[in-house]
């Protein structure tokens, strides 16, 4: 298997530019989700999905959008890029839902600047 | 609101010595704990996975209880290498916001 992958690795956007960040598992897995790490701030989700065609907002959802057509993939998109979104981006994937205690796999992350 | 701590941010010591690392929860109501590894500008890797009704769990050198009662949580390090150098991280299920709540980590630096 080769777990969660995450393309590309890096990234340089121009302010309004939009692009979208991939995220794939091969682990038929049903929960997946976004979360971005920011020095000083940790890891935050910004959005989640528990299957295919279900998507819910995490708490900073603002700026992304996010669809689930498949169960592999779950692509993170970026509407109008600004500054504030510079970051590292990393996917996750369990299982199931956080309740049924599956563990957690993370991708090795998008490394996004915005200038 | 589940709050998850880590304590010390960082901490260096020689190689061979073992050691713990400390993570505290402040909601005792968990379904799990997860450790987490973290290497310099990559991705998170999963170390190990504690169920809520489970003590501890064993993986290689490493070893993690969880003490739900009292919330928190150790990792203990046998024998450390160069190679455990890395950042560390504890995480716990937020069920209602469907996420995970990390800990800030704690840097370790293995001396040679």
């Known amino acids: 298997n080769a777990g969660v992958t995450q393309t590309p690795k890096f990234q340089v956007l121009k302010t309004g530019q939009s692009m979208t960040l991939q995220c794939a598992q091969d682990?038929?897995?049903?929960?997946m989700s976004w979360y971005r790490q920011d020095p000083g701030m940790g890891l935050r989700l910004i959005h989640y999905s528990v299957g295919a065609g279900i998507t819910d907002q995490g708490e900073v959802p603002n700026g992304y959008n996010v669809s689930r057509s498949t169960t592999e993939d779950f692509p993170l998109r970026l509407l109008s890029a600004a500054p504030s979104q510079t970051s590292v981006y990393f996917c996750?994937?369990?299982?199931?839902?956080?309740?049924?205690?599956?563990?957690?796999?993370f991708g090795p992350g998008t490394r996004l600047t915005v200038t | 609101k589940q709050e998850v701590t880590q304590i010390p941010a960082a901490l260096s010591v020689p190689e061979g010595e073992n050691l713990v690392l400390n993570c505290s929860f402040t909601?005792?109501?968990?379904?799990?704990l997860q450790w987490f590894r973290q290497d310099p500008g990559k991705g998170l890797t999963s170390l190990l996975l504690i169920q809520s009704s489970q003590r501890e769990q064993t993986s290689g050198r490493l070893n993690a209880s969880l003490d739900k009662s009292s919330g928190r949580s150790t990792l203990y390090i046998a024998a450390s290498q160069p190679g455990d150098s890395a950042t560390y991280l504890c995480?716990?299920?937020?069920?209602?916001?469907?996420?995970?709540?990390f800990g800030q980590g704690t840097r370790l630096t293995i001396n040679p």
């Open positions: 995480a716990v299920p937020d069920q209602g916001a469907q996420k995970l709540v």
């Open positions: 909601d005792s109501a968990i379904y799990n």
């Open positions: 996750a994937s369990s299982y199931s839902g956080l309740a049924g205690g599956h563990e957690q796999y």
């Open positions: 682990m038929n897995h049903e929960y």
